[in-house]
């Protein structure tokens, strides 16, 4: 059984860092597409970052250059590391993964051949909040 972790949410000072993990298990994670996804109260849902089998990244324009995202083989565990937050970046932020063949990172989501992936499996979520 596939299952997503996450954790290290929080709350900090606009431009404050909060690193966040998600430890996997049931498959082999870095065979696939995962990422981190989130959604803020009254906002739809949006890809922030994913990371593809070949190791390729992607990031959301809203967050380049202040996330990263990368993960740790050895301990089956998927990290984004968040820089000088904003208060815009408040939200609870997911964990996913696609377990398909074929799946790409591009612009902070997953994609398949016809289209942004939905992704097959989702941690429950971290809430992060950050004060101006």
């Known amino acids: 059984q596939v299952q997503l972790t996450e954790s290290g949410g929080g709350s900090v000072e606009a431009g404050g860092s909060l690193r966040l993990s998600c430890t996997t298990s049931?498959?082999?994670?870095?065979?696939?597409?995962m990422g981190w996804f989130r959604q803020a109260p009254g906002k739809e849902r949006e890809g922030v970052a994913t990371i593809d089998s070949d190791g390729t990244t992607s990031y959301a324009d809203s967050v380049k250059g202040r996330f990263t995202i990368f993960r740790d083989n050895a301990k089956n565990t998927l990290y984004l590391q968040m820089n000088s937050l904003k208060p815009e970046d408040s939200a609870m932020y997911y964990c996913?993964?696609?377990?398909?063949?074929?799946?790409?990172?591009?612009?902070?989501?997953?994609?398949?051949?016809?289209?942004?992936?939905?992704?097959?499996?989702w941690g429950k979520g971290v809430l992060v909040t950050i004060s101006s």
């Open positions: 049931g498959y082999t994670y870095m065979s696939y597409c």
């Open positions: 996913a993964a696609s377990v398909a063949w074929g799946r790409y990172a591009s612009d902070g989501n997953c994609y398949n051949p016809e289209g942004r992936d939905p992704m097959d499996y």
